[in-house]
């Protein structure tokens, strides 16, 4: 069992910045790969970015490549979501993933079908 809680969402002007917090607790954090997704209203949930066991391996969707950066600390069982340069359309509620399966691969999946574990999400809010 895996227990993720997302932190820093909040309200931001276009072009500022925010950085997201997951923290992991349960199966050990460090064995498997991380994901962020979000879902805007109306819209279907989509990835966001994804980073392997080690974080020597690091996915974007395009639309945010560039201006977000995914990192992890196994240490801290922590992964982050880096957002500069936010633009309206990024608005949503962001959710972190956890796809134990993935063990020690060289590979992050980018699907939201191969995640297992999901946070309760935290609202991202950008104004223009």
């Known amino acids: 069992q895996v227990q993720l809680v997302e932190s820093g969402g909040g309200s931001v002007q276009a072009g500022g910045s925010l950085r997201l917090s997951c923290a992991g607790s349960?199966?050990?954090?460090?064995?498997?790969?991380m994901g962020w997704f979000r879902q805007a209203p109306g819209k279907e949930r989509e990835f966001v970015a994804a980073?392997?066991?080690?974080?020597?391996?690091?996915y974007y969707a395009d639309s945010v490549k560039g201006r977000f950066t995914i990192s992890r600390d196994n240490a801290k069982n922590t992964v982050y979501l880096q957002m500069n340069s936010l633009k309206p359309e990024d608005t949503a509620v962001y959710y972190c993933?956890?796809?134990?399966?993935?063990?020690?691969?060289?590979?992050?999946?980018?699907?939201?079908?191969?995640?297992?574990?999901w946070g309760q999400g935290t609202q991202v809010t950008v104004s223009s």
């Open positions: 980073i392997n066991w080690s974080g020597g391996r690091r």
């Open positions: 349960g199966r050990s954090f460090s064995s498997y790969a």
């Open positions: 993933a956890a796809d134990v399966q993935s063990g020690y691969r060289d590979y992050a999946a980018t699907r939201l079908v191969e995640y297992d574990y």
